[in-house]
Antibody, heavy 121, light 110 residues
Framework: EVQLVESGGDLVQPGRSLRLSCTAS????????MGWFRQAPGKGLEWVSF??????????ENAASVKGRFTISRDDSKSVAYLQMNSLETEDTAVYYC????????????WGQGTLVTVSS | QSVLTQSPSASGTPGQRVTISCSGS????????VNWYQQLPGTAPKLLISGNNQRPSGVPDRFSGSKSGTSASLAISGLQSEDEADYYC???????????FGGGTMLTVL
């Protein structure tokens, strides 16, 4: 059974940093692109970042809203994906979801339960 | 303001067929395939349709997707109370170099 478990969400002040982790199980982690999405309270879904498998160079894509501030990475030996979030802004307050991404459709076929990040002074 | 346009709400009675639309442009829907997600209240989203019209394993065939030009649609036939949820379309945008979403459609089963 595919499972994705996020951790690391917290209450932080604007300008500070936070690292989210996503621990995967039930599939061959290194073979898949992994992604992060987020959902602000009462709002819709927003894509944040992708990291491709090392087969495809481990390249990354980031939404314009987080470019230069957020960095996605992966440790295939531990089956963990990370999202390093720097220079956090109040607009980054959201539930962050880790996903497995499949195919050329870039579809997120499995989602974690989410972890809440609150940026507030 | 979302890049893709969805009606904020839709409704139907049990057994009815409802359609949710998603409008985009040549750089997103016009060039790439559309995915649809269902988000039940208080839960994480779930992939409903990928590649315009492919149902992942376990998704009932009551759900179907289609695309024409720069618009896409999700159809739900034989509407059931458990279909009450938010539905989002999503697609890669070649100009923005990223995934864009519609604002979501809240489906109410009357």
């Amino acid at each position: 059974e595919v499972q994705l478990v996020e951790s690391g969400g917290d209450l932080v002040q604007p300008g500070r940093s936070l690292r989210l982790s996503c621990t995967a199980s039930g599939f061959s982690f290194g073979d898949y692109t992994m992604g992060w999405f987020r959902q602000a309270p009462g709002k819709g879904l927003e894509w944040v970042s992708f990291i491709r498998s090392n087969t495809y160079g481990g390249t990354t894509e980031n939404a314009a809203s987080v470019k230069g501030r957020f960095t996605i990475s992966r440790d295939d030996s531990k089956s963990v994906a990370y999202l390093q979030m720097n220079s956090l802004e109040t607009e980054d307050t959201a539930v962050y979801y880790c996903t497995r991404v499949v195919g050329v459709f870039m579809a997120a076929d499995y989602w974690g339960q989410g972890t809440l990040v609150t940026v507030s002074s | 303001q979302s890049v893709l346009t969805q009606s904020p709400s839709a409704s139907g009675t049990p057994g009815q067929r409802v359609t949710i639309s998603c409008s985009g442009s040549s750089s997103n829907i016009g060039s790439n395939t559309v995915n649809w997600y269902q988000q039940l209240p208080g839960t994480a989203p779930k992939l409903l349709i990928s590649g315009n019209n492919q149902r992942p394993s376990g998704v009932p065939d009551r759900f179907s997707g289609s695309k024409s030009g720069t618009s896409a649609s999700l159809a739900i036939s034989g509407l059931q109370s458990e279909d009450e949820a938010d539905y989002y379309c999503a697609v890669w945008d070649d100009s923005l170099n990223g995934v864009v979403f519609g604002g979501g459609t809240m489906l109410t089963v009357l």
